[in-house]
C-alpha cells in the first residue's frame, strides 16, 4: 500500500549535560528495527522505470519489485510474522537526509555509486548501469559537448550531474551557464520550454522522459556520452553493516535467479504501468554479466 505520511522513527537527540556537549544521536540498527516494528522503510522516487507512481497512486518500478522481493525475504530471516513496506518519497537532494534521519531505511531508486557518494551513505550490489548523456530540442541542431559552448544547460540539485557537468565545463572550457533544478523533470522541462539549451541525465531516464513527452521526435540525445558507465544501486545508512550484509547476501540470491530475467524483461520491454509507452531496451552485457556474478 502506497504511504506518502513522513515516517518518524527517528530517535531524539540526547543532551549530556557533562562538559555542556551534546552527544550524538546513538546509529540505527536497521534489523533490530525491523524486527520491533516490523516495517521496512523504503525510499522512492519519480524516476521510471526505477521507482514511481502509477495511476492509481501505487509505488512502483524495477527497483521497486527487486525491493519487494528484499522485504519477503528480510521477513522470513527475521522469522517475522509480517513485514510492511512503508513507501517514502524522497527527491535527489534530500535523499541523503532522510536516511541520516531515519525516515528511510534504503533507497531503493537509481542513484549512482560514485566514491563522493559512499563517503555519505552504504550503497548495495548494483541493479543498473548508465551513461550520462546530454538531451536537447532537435531543432536546436545541438550535437556534441562543443556545441554547447556558451550555451545554458539544466541539472538536478542533488544529482551527481551537478560535478560532472561542472567539471567538463571547466576542463573543455565550454562557458555554460549551469542552471539548477528541484527535480529531473523541472529540469527536463527547461529544455522543452527552450529556456535551457540542454539537460545533462542518465540516459535511460532521458529515453523514459522523452517518450513520455508529448513530442518525443522534438528530442534528440548527444552520441558523445558525458560520462563512461556508471552502477546504479540502492543506498543504506554509513554504518549499517549488518544491514548491508543482510540486503547484499539476499540480492545476490534475487540476481542470480532466473526470475531476475523476468523481472527485467517487466520494466525494460513491456509497457510501463500507469505511463503508456515502452522503452524497449535489451539488457547490456555489462549487467547481465554483473547479475550473474555480483
Same mark, same amino acid.
Given at each position: 500500500?502506497?504511504?506518502?505520511?513522513?515516517?518518524?522513527?527517528?530517535? #531524539? #537527540?540526547a543532551?549530556?549535560?557533562?562538559?555542556?556537549?551534546?552527544?550524538? !544521536?546513538?546509529?540505527?540498527? =536497521?534489523?533490530?528495527?525491523?524486527?520491533?516494528?516490523?516495517?521496512?522503510?523504503?525510499? +522512492?522516487?519519480?524516476a521510471?522505470?526505477?521507482?514511481? #507512481?502509477?495511476?492509481?497512486?501505487?509505488?512502483?518500478?524495477?527497483?521497486?519489485?527487486?525491493?519487494?522481493?528484499?522485504?519477503?525475504?528480510?521477513?522470513?530471516?527475521?522469522? #517475522?510474522?509480517?513485514?510492511?513496506?512503508? +513507501?517514502?518519497p524522497?527527491t535527489?537532494?534530500?535523499?541523503?537526509?532522510?536516511?541520516?534521519?531515519?525516515?528511510?531505511?534504503?533507497?531503493?531508486?537509481?542513484?549512482?555509486? =560514485?566514491?563522493?557518494?559512499?563517503?555519505s551513505?552504504?550503497? /548495495?550490489?548494483?541493479? +543498473?548501469?548508465? =551513461?550520462?548523456?546530454?538531451? @536537447?530540442?532537435?531543432?536546436?541542431?545541438?550535437?556534441?559537448? /562543443?556545441?554547447?559552448?556558451?550555451?545554458?544547460v539544466?541539472? /538536478?540539485?542533488?544529482?551527481?550531474?551537478?560535478?560532472?557537468? *561542472?567539471? /567538463?565545463?571547466?576542463?573543455?572550457?565550454?562557458?555554460?551557464?549551469?542552471?539548477?533544478?528541484?527535480?529531473?523533470?523541472? @529540469?527536463?522541462?527547461?529544455?522543452?520550454?527552450?529556456?535551457v539549451?540542454a539537460?545533462?541525465?542518465?540516459?535511460?531516464?532521458?529515453?523514459a522522459m522523452?517518450?513520455?513527452?508529448? *513530442?518525443?521526435?522534438?528530442? !534528440?540525445v548527444? @552520441?558523445?556520452?558525458?560520462?563512461?558507465?556508471?552502477?546504479?544501486?540502492?543506498?543504506?545508512?554509513?554504518g549499517?553493516?549488518?544491514?548491508?550484509?543482510?540486503? *547484499?547476501?539476499?540480492?545476490? @540470491?534475487?540476481?542470480?535467479?532466473?526470475?531476475?530475467?523476468?523481472?527485467?524483461?517487466?520494466?525494460?520491454?513491456?509497457?510501463?504501468?500507469?505511463?503508456?509507452?515502452?522503452?524497449?531496451?535489451?539488457?547490456?552485457?555489462?549487467?547481465?554479466?554483473?547479475?550473474?556474478?555480483?
Open positions: 500500500m502506497h504511504k506518502t505520511t513522513s515516517i518518524g522513527y527517528c530517535s #531524539l #537527540l543532551m549530556a549535560l557533562s562538559g555542556g556537549a551534546a552527544q550524538a !544521536t546513538p546509529p540505527i540498527n =536497521t534489523l533490530e528495527r525491523i524486527e520491533e516494528t516490523a516495517t521496512l522503510r523504503v525510499g +522512492y522516487g519519480d521510471a522505470p526505477f521507482s514511481y #507512481l502509477d495511476n492509481q497512486g501505487q509505488v512502483v518500478g524495477y527497483s521497486i519489485d527487486i525491493c519487494q522481493r528484499l522485504a519477503k525475504q528480510l521477513k522470513a530471516t527475521l522469522g #517475522l510474522s509480517s513485514l510492511e513496506i512503508a +513507501y517514502v524522497r535527489p537532494s534530500n535523499r541523503i537526509q532522510l536516511l541520516n534521519r531515519g525516515d528511510i531505511d534504503i533507497e531503493c531508486d537509481a542513484s549512482t555509486n =560514485t566514491v563522493e557518494r559512499r563517503r551513505a552504504l550503497f /548495495a550490489l548494483s541493479h +543498473y548501469f548508465v =551513461t550520462v548523456r546530454y538531451v @536537447a530540442l532537435r531543432e536546436s541542431g545541438l550535437k556534441t559537448l /562543443a556545441d554547447l559552448a556558451g550555451q545554458s539544466s541539472v /538536478a540539485r542533488g544529482t551527481v550531474n551537478v560535478g560532472q557537468v *561542472n567539471q /567538463a565545463n571547466r576542463e573543455q572550457r565550454l562557458y555554460l551557464s549551469v542552471v539548477p533544478a528541484d527535480t529531473l523533470q523541472e @529540469a527536463f522541462d527547461l529544455v522543452t520550454d527552450g529556456r539549451a539537460f545533462a541525465m542518465d540516459d535511460i531516464l532521458l529515453r522523452i517518450a513520455e513527452s508529448e *513530442n518525443p521526435d522534438a528530442y !534528440t548527444f @552520441a558523445e556520452p558525458l560520462t563512461a558507465s556508471q552502477p546504479l544501486g540502492f543506498m543504506m545508512r554509513l549499517d553493516d549488518a544491514f548491508a550484509e543482510q540486503v *547484499n547476501k539476499v540480492l545476490r @540470491a534475487i540476481y542470480t535467479s532466473p526470475e531476475m530475467e523476468s523481472i527485467y524483461d517487466r520494466w525494460f520491454h513491456q509497457p510501463l504501468p500507469g505511463k503508456g509507452i515502452t522503452l524497449n531496451v535489451p539488457m547490456s552485457e555489462a549487467l547481465a554479466d554483473h547479475l550473474n556474478h555480483p
